[in-house]
């Protein structure tokens, strides 16, 4: 079976949540080099240590040497730029961030030509593809872009929601959200695009949601909504990062769209 041995990944978005669990997986598949980036240094350095010490209490096994991390806004390009130039060569590219600009109104209101309603395409689809971009990727390797949940958990709880309000909303479109819809159709667009142009360096995008929040989170609200997932719980970061271990791994694909759901796409209407 394929490994992550001899390979370097950078994970952006990978101080917590999604991102840390793949890239624990990733240092649990044998990378040679593991870097984690985000934009917060005190959270940067807080995961940096976590991830040390759950690779040694579950592997036994220390993994100093083999992991890193960087700072980084991704909305600021030249910082982008830069960033891949000082790493230079890499194998993998994995993108779990999925932008911080989440937008709600009327779209006739929206004044087009404001940052805010150029936020969302700024701060998921630009960054994104600006991350592909600079990337140096090595023959054999891959980028794999996220489209994450839409709504915070915060918004739900007030809210009935049908099925698609959260997660990707673009194949199943909901009032007001017009221009996070169109941020993220795009960047599933141009994934296969890039799959085209960047080829043989494969390009995927994976789709998740819920992940379970961290101690402290909304556990209540999860409770909830395990019985609206055909697997019956909603998945945890762990679950989730195999999919993106295997996007890594596997050379054989290239422009697909994963969707990691636990069967919620299935269920029938969600009810608070």
């Given at each position: 079976m394929s490994t992550l041995s001899g390979k370097t990944v950078l994970v952006i978005g990978g101080s917590s949540g999604i991102g840390f669990a793949v890239a624990l997986g990733s240092l649990k598949?044998?990378?040679?080099?593991?870097?984690?980036?985000?934009?917060?240094q005190d959270r940067v350095a807080n995961a940096l240590e976590r991830?040390?010490?759950?690779?040694?209490?579950?592997?036994?096994s220390s993994a100093e040497g083999r992991v890193d991390s960087r700072?980084?806004?991704?909305?600021?390009?030249?910082?982008?730029?830069?960033l891949f130039a000082e790493l230079g060569e890499i194998d993998h590219l994995v993108l779990t961030y999925t932008g911080n600009s989440f937008i709600f109104g009327d779209f006739k209101e929206f004044d087009l030509s404001s940052a805010k309603a150029r936020s969302p395409m700024d701060s998921r689809y630009w960054s994104s593809l600006q991350a592909a971009q600079s990337a140096q990727i090595k023959p054999g390797g891959s980028i794999t872009f996220t489209i994450g949940l839409f709504l915070r958990l915060s918004c739900l709880e007030n809210a009935k929601l049908t099925r698609g309000a959260e997660g990707s909303?673009?194949?199943?479109?909901?009032?007001?959200?017009?221009?996070?819809?169109?941020?993220?159709?795009?960047?599933?667009?141009?994934?296969?695009?890039?799959?085209?142009?960047?080829a043989p360096i494969r390009v995927n995008i994976l789709w998740d949601r819920f992940p379970i929040p961290p101690p402290g989170g909304r556990e209540e609200f999860i409770r909830k909504l395990n019985k609206y997932h055909l697997v019956g719980h909603?998945?945890?970061?762990?679950?989730?990062?195999?999919?993106?271990?295997?996007?890594?791994?596997?050379?054989?694909i290239?422009?697909?769209?994963i969707k990691v759901e636990g069967g919620r796409g299935l269920e029938a209407v969600l009810q608070f």
């Open positions: 598949s044998n990378a040679e080099r593991v870097i984690i980036a985000s934009s917060s991830l040390k010490a759950r690779y040694t209490t579950e592997t036994g700072v980084i806004d991704v909305t600021n390009h030249a910082a982008v730029k830069a909303v673009f194949h199943n479109p909901i009032k007001k959200y017009s221009l996070n819809v169109g941020s993220t159709g795009a960047l599933d667009a141009a994934t296969r695009a890039l799959a085209v142009e960047l909603v998945g945890t970061p762990e679950e989730v990062a195999e999919a993106y271990l295997f996007l890594m791994k596997c050379g054989f290239t422009g697909e769209t």
